[in-house]
């Protein structure tokens, strides 16, 4: 399976509508020239984290986002 069949596939499995509108925004770039302050904030943050050499694995990225998600879905429940 290409990457492009493992997308499409992944895509097909989420009913967040949200993330849905997001994953959309993100494909068709409309968020490039539209970066929040906090936005450009996390960039440049993460610009110099990577500078510094504060850096994580792919593997530890994987876990973080994994983290993310689930803190995510958890807030949705609860709200």
């Known amino acids: 399976m290409d990457v492009k069949e493992r997308i499409m596939q992944r895509v097909n499995e989420i009913n967040d509508p949200q993330l849905l ?8 770039l409309e968020h490039v020239e539209e970066l929040t302050d906090p936005e450009r904030k996390a960039i440049d943050e993460g610009i110099t ?31």
Request: hydrophobic content about 35%.
């Open 21 to 28: 509108d997001e994953l959309l925004k993100a494909v068709e």
């Open 49 to 79: 984290d990577a500078e510094a050499g504060r850096l994580h694995t792919n593997s530890e990225a994987s876990q973080l986002v994994k983290e993310w998600q689930k803190n995510k879905v958890d807030h949705c429940i609860r709200h």
